[in-house]
């Protein structure tokens, strides 16, 4: 192995999560090491669009769609339909800039001697236009938050400007950040070498903060929301049967992640699962989930972090603080929890995840699930699922993610000697009786956990073939550009007027 293959590497991602990463998965992250397959399917509409556009930018040119076409011809329909989507918004904006393409070398991560680190992250598209002027085009093709204002407000944009620095020496350089589905673009130009030394400081700063998190490399429960993602669970101490898994022929990650969210989306059609959690397709609809019951959870979980439920002066503060102040609904809803709030009790947390790994029999996986809250009280480890809908079960044991979330719980509640309760809070006044809470016994979790185990064998051996039912199609997030959509539609995201294609 070389001297650069040995070096630690950290990207703009590790920056950015260096203060609530979990330590364990961050030192690996950093360091490197064995770890399960896991493909990078945010990588494949990507790398389509960028070696069009830089054979499109091989001589110094403007862009026009019929340099565009085939693009992505290997790829799913769905992934076509986006980089279709990104052309357009490409020509549209850089229709009257001819440019041509600098090849930056920067595919592989920058080794920095100084600091002992390799230096990656994406750096999409540097272009030399006609009056010889150096920019560099960094775009979007999925649904990242734009920067506010200025492109250098991204982490990303940072570490490129940095690892791009000899390149412009005394030069500015234009910085264009572009979201190529939604058609949000943001613009500066930079005197790089002005910049760089509030760019080299915030870099080492960060770079610092890695390394001492690094330096006590503790996985701990309370990184739930990390394990789902992690590659590198074998010898984790959360998770004592953890094991990687390597490369397999199929392109689906070594270890599939369960959550109460995916599992829903998997029984609803496993082409709908497939786009979202497997190639990371960007939503073409609007999402069928009310936002009002996040919101629900995010007021109950600040009422109870801050103070007290059945403080009604309390509840109003925090109501008002959100301009919410004047919401009967959420309100109604509150006073609906009080009553079903246990009292007195311990509260562990609102909004946590939890996860459990399962090893043999084969396939492998990690179930994940978000806990609304979590109270101790009577000897009882209660789990509370708010629900602002109508009722679907008159018991919770029946309810698929429900029995997931028993699943991860289990474990935690054996270990402080307590019974394990899943519950369901309605607090929508039209219902007046929640389902029959679940409180699985050993037997109940070994039974689901085989459910589970053969939800993933499905997924190991399914096809991804849509399920075309209109029922389940209408509410769809990806059903304007699925193949088998029953209930065929036009994309919600913005689009170029024909009349204004190049």
């Not at 945010?42 to 403007?62: G, I, K, Q, S, Y």
């Not at 080299?200 to 990390?226: I, K, N, S, Y």
Request: charged residues 30%; contains cysteine; negative net charge.
């Amino acid at each position: 192995m070389s001297d650069r293959e040995l070096l630690p590497r950290v990207t703009p991602y590790l920056l950015r999560r260096a203060d609530d990463m979990c330590a364990r998965r961050l030192c690996n992250e950093y360091e490197g090491g064995a770890q399960s397959h896991d493909p990078v399917h945010r990588a494949r509409m990507r790398d389509a669009f960028l070696a069009a556009v830089r054979d499109v930018h091989a001589e110094l040119t403007t862009p026009a769609l019929a340099m565009f076409d085939g693009i992505g011809a290997d790829l799913e329909p769905e992934e076509r339909r986006v980089l279709e989507q990104a052309t357009r918004w490409y020509v549209e904006i850089f229709g009257d800039r001819a440019a041509r393409l600098h090849e930056h070398g920067l595919d592989d991560p920058t080794v920095s001697k100084a600091r002992g680190v390799r230096i990656g992250g994406w750096v999409d598209l540097t272009v030399v236009d006609a009056d010889d002027a150096f920019e560099l085009r960094q775009f979007e093709l999925w649904s990242g938050r734009a920067p506010v204002d200025d492109p250098l407000d991204l982490d990303a944009v940072k570490v490129a400007v940095l690892r791009l620095s000899k390149w412009c020496d005394e030069r500015p350089l234009r910085i264009t950040w572009a979201d190529l589905v939604h058609g949000v673009v943001r613009e500066r130009v930079v005197d790089v070498a002005g910049a760089l030394p509030e760019l080299r400081g915030w870099f080492d700063d960060r770079l610092e903060r890695v390394r001492a998190r690094v330096g006590d490399p503790t996985a701990v429960a309370v990184a739930g929301d990390d394990c789902g993602s992690c590659k590198f669970v074998s010898g984790c101490p959360e998770h004592p049967k953890g094991a990687n898994f390597g490369r397999r022929r199929d392109h689906l990650p070594g270890i599939i992640t369960l959550t109460p969210t995916s599992l829903g989306a998997w029984r609803r059609c496993p082409r709908e699962w497939h786009d979202h959690y497997v190639l990371n397709v960007p939503a073409s609809d609007g999402d069928p989930s009310p936002s009002h019951g996040q919101q629900l959870h995010a007021m109950l979980g600040l009422v109870h972090e801050t103070g007290s439920c059945r403080d009604a002066g309390h509840v109003e503060d925090v109501l008002a603080a959100h301009g919410l102040d004047g919401d009967e609904r959420t309100r109604a809803e509150i006073a609906n929890h009080v009553r079903r709030c246990p009292h007195p009790a311990q509260a562990l947390g609102h909004e946590i995840t939890a996860a459990r790994f399962h090893r043999l029999p084969m396939p492998m996986f990690m179930a994940s699930a978000r806990i609304d809250a979590l109270w101790v009280h009577d000897g009882v480890l209660d789990a509370r699922d708010y629900k602002t809908g109508r009722v679907w079960s008159e018991e919770v044991s029946h309810d698929e993610q429900a029995r997931l979330q028993a699943y991860v719980l289990a474990p935690r509640a054996a270990a402080a000697g307590l019974r394990l309760r899943i519950a369901f809070e309605h607090l929508s006044s039209e219902v007046a009786d929640d389902p029959t809470p679940f409180e699985p016994d050993d037997d109940d979790v070994l039974a689901i956990e085989e459910e589970l185990r053969l939800v993933v064998s499905e997924i190991r051996n399914e096809s991804f073939d849509g399920v075309a039912d209109p029922e389940v199609c209408v509410r769809c997030r990806y059903r304007s550009i699925c193949p088998e959509s029953a209930t065929p539609s036009e994309p919600i995201w913005p689009s170029v007027a024909a009349d204004d294609d190049r």
